[in-house]
């Protein structure tokens, strides 16, 4: 009898034990959803003051003006789609050629590792470290080319930021752009090479048109990275809340302006409010991206 | 007198609404080599993998019927207490990666939390390597752990695993399949001489294999039980039709 | 036809020199950042930088002694916060591979990577710092935190992914309990994978600037107490570079150099962890 209940007891134990552990992972899953659901939410509730007082001249207004009260968001959405897509210019053809230098010419070896290796220190390098040298070593340099071509010799602006994003974003399209052209069937390549085509001919006409639905992607993420960038950009982009006249004007991002004018506002102020609202703004447009992203490839790689 | 160890009572099982076993019974008797054998997609796996209830762990499968061990009711009882009763060995070995040998033996006893003093997991170890004839290959190298050795002694260290839980049956789920034939007859002497500790049911696909090792063989097909019996009459005299045309070839 | 052969060959050369030419370009960038920060932080780091609180302008001596205390301190708390959910949440999804309720998960766990750091700031913002009318270093740690679960969860996944089934099931054979064959036979599998993701998430926030600005917020003591502001390396950084006086300056570099040296090393020891730890199957 006593052996019936220990067993008994044990087995309630056992089973106890066992729906808790499942619950436990189980809320851990939920738990993230609840924090995405949160995110959005406290975005949406505390911009909701702004976007009552501005409405949708938050939208298109052109002009950021703390003092007076005018909050338009439309300086900071230039600044950064310009940033970001002129960063985007800039390295793909840098970030191309490793992943072609690596999936294709070099996939072994000591010149393979050296440039895999520079790849991640590049990607490590904390971004408030790139801004930090993009003062030191890159404005000079702008400046420089300022003065020659008579502009205003600020060395800060569109110009610096997107160079500095650009070396930033490189390892994440290279690395996987790197992996789909590793994938590329050998079989394809070598139908290709027996037609008598040159190297060059079968990565472009073969091995590009493959991958390039990985590639597409890594320049998404590449991009969705560049959108976000905070302390590099705000560091060299010159603050200044307009929209930029030419490429080498001053100006601010979405969350270069956060950053810099959050701690400045006051709490419960419509500043602040329209501060959140464009963390909302940047928020949507970094998760569009990505979801158009992946649409994208996943209707590149189904026709695959 | 031959005892039963099993019981098989009208035993069903599913995977979703496709009917994998059909109305299976069976009686094991106690402290014998039972083969189970039959054509690929008969349902022998899933039949030896239903009495330790490792079967319901795949999501959507299902189960009616009676299966008793001694005379406990398998589906009455927590799966765990089965499972510890009744051994497995597997196709491919698995030993555990992150164990020592020694630690891979007693396992069973580790994992569940049971603890043991020195002196007597360090009896069962020997014991059960003993058993399954791997003790001299490795008594010196106890603490290494278990990956590099061949994947004949890695079968026999699961088994060794199996055994040191002394259960009351073990599972052999074609378990010389992925070794190589010299392993494979190291493994079959073992079952041989196994059988005076523990009853053993083992799922072949390779009919000379039942008829060298086991006593009693059970033939099935398409889910049912066709025909059991002591091995010798079943491989001369077989009483069903279809018994005869696997055992000559015919298909399977 | 002879030309035509010839130039193809040319420009199958011109294009394979090309290549190589701008994936050396792209390695410049990495020696001149690297080459700066060494020669101009190794002349910074002294005893005094170590040890020594920061100093107003003008006094020589100041360090920042706060700042990598802080560094620490904030890496602790965002790791006690990060680890234990984002390891439950990994083993979840790798065992639940179906189903509608992992799908969502994994949706909102690749969200959560793309958000902006500063916007993950406003966030702990708004629910640590407002209800305590204070910024704080524990502010900073749940920003920090948040941005260390999805590597986490993802790689946790990953591995536990490549683990067979088949250990699970000789575990489960011997009649160990669900949770128990989790815990003591796949989570020691995977562990150099799991390291591995937690070291990296670390190497990823240490350098994080973005998310402390309104949280942590930055100090120039000594801060033990998680409930009142803290300093950290990125955040002197940032403020000292953007400084217009020297000696803050020089200290911007000091501590650029053990910043860099931090995260670069962390990388290294997550890809050591891998090579020395793996488990083979």
């Not at chain 2, 796996?45 to 009711?73: A, Y």
């Not at chain 3, 916060?81 to 509608?100: C, D, F, M, Q, W």
Request: hydrophobic fraction near 50%; proline fraction near 5%.
């Amino acid at each position: 009898m006593l052996k019936i209940a220990k067993k008994n007891k044990k087995r309630d134990r056992l089973n106890i034990s066992e729906s808790v552990f499942r619950k436990i992972l189980y809320l851990a899953g939920i738990c993230m959803i609840v924090i995405i659901f949160t995110i959005f939410l406290t975005l949406l509730v505390k911009s909701l003051p702004a976007f009552r007082t501005l409405g949708v001249h938050f939208l298109y207004g052109k002009t950021w003006d703390p003092v007076s009260s005018e909050f338009g968001s439309i300086p900071f959405l230039v600044g950064t789609l310009i940033t970001s897509f002129l960063s985007l210019i800039i390295s793909i053809p840098f970030s191309l050629s490793i992943s072609i230098f690596l999936g294709e010419y070099f996939r072994e070896g000591m010149a393979s590792s050296l440039i895999k290796s520079s790849m991640e220190l590049l990607a490590g390098i904390p971004s408030v470290i790139y801004g930090f040298c993009g003062i030191f070593i890159l404005v000079p340099v702008v400046r420089a080319i300022e003065m020659k071509l008579g502009i205003t010799p600020m060395g800060v602006g569109i110009f610096t930021a997107s160079i500095v994003l650009s070396i930033m974003v490189i390892p994440y399209s290279a690395s996987l752009g790197r992996e789909v052209i590793q994938l590329v069937p050998s079989e394809l390549k070598e139908a290709a090479f027996s037609l008598g085509a040159t190297r060059y001919e079968v990565i472009r006409k073969v091995v590009l048109p493959y991958a390039r639905s990985g590639i597409f992607a890594g320049i998404l993420l590449s991009l969705g990275r560049a959108l976000g960038e905070t302390m590099a950009v705000t560091m060299v982009i010159g603050n200044m809340n307009a929209i930029p006249k030419n490429i080498f004007s001053p100006s601010n991002t979405m969350a270069s302006v956060i950053a810099n004018e959050f701690m400045e506002a006051s709490p419960g102020s419509l500043h602040l409010s329209s501060l959140v609202a464009v963390g909302l703004l940047l928020f949507v447009v970094t998760a569009v991206v990505n979801i158009i992203g992946k649409y994208i490839i996943k209707k590149l790689s189904v026709e695959i | 007198m031959e005892s039963t160890v099993l019981k098989i009572e009208e035993f069903y099982a599913y995977f979703g609404d496709h009917c994998v076993l059909n109305n299976v019974s069976l009686s094991i008797p106690r402290n014998k080599v039972t083969a189970v054998m039959g054509p690929s997609g008969c349902g022998k796996t899933t039949l030896i993998r239903c009495i330790n209830r490792m079967h319901e762990l795949i999501p959507g499968t299902r189960v009616s019927g009676k299966i008793f061990l001694l005379d406990e009711d398998v589906y009455a009882t927590n799966p765990i207490i089965v499972r510890r009763k009744i051994g497995m060995v597997f196709q491919r070995p698995n030993p555990f990666p992150t164990m020592s040998i020694y630690d891979n033996v007693i396992a069973g006893y580790k994992l569940n939390g049971i603890r043991l003093a020195k002196s007597e997991s360090g009896r069962i170890v020997e014991e059960s390597l003993r058993k399954s004839a791997l003790w001299y290959e490795v008594k010196d190298v106890l603490h290494r752990k278990g990956t590099f050795l061949s994947g004949g002694q890695q079968q026999r260290l699961c088994l060794a695993r199996a055994l040191a839980m002394n259960p009351e049956i073990i599972l052999l789920d074609e378990p010389t399949s992925a070794l190589d034939p010299k392993s494979t007859s190291h493994i079959e002497e073992l079952i041989t001489q196994l059988e005076n500790d523990v009853t053993i049911i083992i799922v072949t696909h390779n009919t000379a294999q039942a008829a060298r090792i086991s006593d009693f063989t059970a033939f099935m097909y398409l889910g049912e039980m066709i025909e059991f019996g002591p091995t010798e009459r079943m491989f001369t005299v077989p009483q069903d039709k279809r018994t005869e045309e696997y055992l000559t070839g015919k298909f399977g | 036809m002879k030309s035509g052969i010839g130039f193809r060959v040319a420009k199958d050369v011109i294009f394979r020199g090309m290549i190589i030419l701008f994936s050396i370009l792209s390695g410049i960038p990495l020696i001149v950042i690297l080459y700066f920060i060494v020669k101009n932080g190794i002349s910074s780091i002294n005893w005094d930088f170590i040890v020594n609180l920061p100093k107003p302008v003008g006094e020589i001596g100041g360090g920042v002694s706060n700042a990598i205390i802080g560094t620490f301190i904030l890496i602790i708390i965002s790791s006690i916060i990060s680890v234990p959910i984002g390891l439950s949440a990994g083993i979840y999804l790798s065992e639940n591979r179906r189903g509608k309720i992992p799908y969502v998960v994994r949706l909102c766990v690749e969200t959560l990577q793309g958000i902006p750091s500063i916007v993950i700031g406003i966030i702990a913002y708004t629910w640590i710092v407002i209800p305590m009318k204070s910024p704080s270093a524990l502010s900073g740690g749940v920003a920090l935190g948040i941005m260390m679960l999805p590597v986490i969860i993802r790689t946790t996944e990953e591995t536990l992914n490549l683990i067979p089934i088949s250990l699970r099931e000789a575990s489960l054979a011997l009649g160990v309990p669900y949770f128990r064959t989790i815990l003591r036979v796949v989570l020691p599998a995977g562990l150099s994978g799991i390291v591995t993701g937690i070291l990296l998430s670390i190497a990823r926030i240490t350098g994080e600037t973005a998310p402390l600005l309104f949280t942590a917020f930055g100090s120039n003591f000594m801060n033990l107490n998680v409930f009142k502001p803290i300093a950290s390396l990125p955040l002197v950084i940032f403020n000292y570079a953007t400084s217009p006086y020297n000696e803050w300056i020089s200290l911007a570099w000091g501590a650029s150099f053990v910043l860099v040296v931090l995260a670069l090393g962390l990388n290294l020891i997550a890809k050591l962890v891998v090579r020395k730890w793996k488990v083979q199957f």
